[in-house]
Structure formats: C-alpha cells, structure tokens
C-alpha cells in the first residue's frame, strides 16, 4: 500500500511533442505528490509539486495532472526539448504525519532531434 | 551557495573492506537521508535522521550505518561491503518534515568487487 507505481520505465519523444508519465498509489492517506528530475551525472531535483486539493498544476511547460477518485497523478511535458532528456521521478508522502517521500521507480526520457 | 556535497565520488573497493561516504550540507537542514539508486528499482531509502543524534532506520538498512553528531554532517558507513552494495547512492536533505523538498547530492558511484 506504500508503493508508488510509475510507468512507462523508458520514453522516447520527438521534439515538440509532449511526453506524459503516469503514477499511481493505493494510500489515500498521501498528500503530497512531487516530480523530481534527474540529469546524468547529477542528482534529483525538485521539478514541480502537486497537493490533492487542486486538480492541476502548471509551471511552464511542464504540468501535473491529479485524478483523486482514480489514484493517479501524471506528468505533462509539453513541446519536449533535447534538453528534457532525463530521468523522471513521481513521489509521494504524507506531510502531516511527517513521513518519508516513497519514490517510483523512474521513467527516462529521450527527446529526439 | 547552498548545496550537499558528497565524497568520494567514485569509489571501487573489495569485499569487507570498510569505508565511509561522507555528505555534507550548508543549508542548516534538520533532516538527512540516504538512498540508493539501482536500475528497475528507482530511489530507495537507507536511513535517515530527523535531527542530530537522531537516526532511523529505511526501507533498505541492512549492510549500512550512520551517524549524525552535527547537524551538516551524515556519513554512510559500510562496515564490511559486499557485492551486493554495487550502487548509486545518494545523500540529501531538507528542511523541517521529510516530504519536504528534499535537495540531493551528486552521488557517489561505489563498486563492490
């Protein structure tokens, strides 16, 4: 019930398209769904961040979509760059509890020229 | 400029040799963790503290140790490595609660041989 599923593993994507990565959880009790990015060589970063009491969330070209009745929240990348090339990480928490993130397993991104 | 720092970087080392992976922070982070990156399996936690002299244990603690004696400092100690402890680890920290935004190191790359 801890588990955060992401897919797909890996993502290729010709440049201006739009790549989209999917999580889900089975713990309503998460309430707090960030996306870290992550460079080659490089640690992860915060991307952007969603709570479950707003369906959307936009910052630039990138969004998070959040589906609560289904349990999923989704990364949007809108007209992909070379430079999105990454890996992409979901998470989830429980921030009143003051719990750990539990990260999904990762999704790499190719953006193609 | 505020960041976690990691050494060594790379490090190839052979069964039941001990070593320490030192991390570092400069942002007065209450809270450190350890996670390990490892193909397929995303980023896993290893241990954490939630403030000085206060350490717990992860999802993956077992071969591992740490210690927290300073607030800046979190070192991951591997009292006898074995192959099994091939890796990309990762410290970071963050302020206040754990699902905050955590903010990552370089990683250091250890083999086991």
């Known amino acids: 019930q801890q588990q955060v599923k992401q897919s797909p593993q890996s993502l290729i994507v010709q440049k201006g398209g739009i790549s989209i990565i999917n999580c889900a959880y089975e713990?309503?009790?998460?309430?707090?769904f960030p996306w870290y990015q992550q460079f080659p060589g490089k640690g992860p970063a915060l991307l952007i961040a969603i709570r479950p009491d707003v369906s959307e969330k936009k910052e630039g070209r990138f969004t998070i979509s959040f589906n609560k009745s289904a349990k999923q929240f989704s990364l949007h990348i809108m007209d992909s760059q070379p430079g999105d090339s990454a890996t992409y990480f979901c998470a989830a928490s429980m921030v009143q509890a003051g719990t750990a993130l539990i990260f999904g397993k990762g999704t790499t991104l190719s953006v193609s020229s | 400029e505020a960041q976690v720092t990691q050494n060594p970087r790379y490090l190839i080392t052979v069964t039941g040799k001990k070593l320490t992976v030192t991390c570092s922070q400069n942002?007065?982070?209450?809270?450190m963790s350890w996670y390990r990156q490892d193909p397929g399996l995303g980023l896993r936690q290893i241990y954490y503290s939630m403030n000085v002299e206060v350490t717990d244990k992860g999802d993956v603690p077992e071969g591992y140790k740490v210690s927290r004696k300073e607030k800046r400092n979190f070192p991951l100690i591997l009292e006898s490595p074995s192959p099994n402890q091939t890796s990309l680890y990762f410290c970071?920290?963050?302020?206040?609660?754990?699902?905050?935004?955590?903010?990552f190191g370089p990683g250091t790359r250890l083999t086991v041989t």
């Open positions: 970071a920290s963050s302020f206040g609660v754990p699902s905050s935004e955590q903010y």
């Open positions: 942002m007065n982070h209450e809270y």
């Open positions: 713990n309503t009790a998460f309430d707090y």
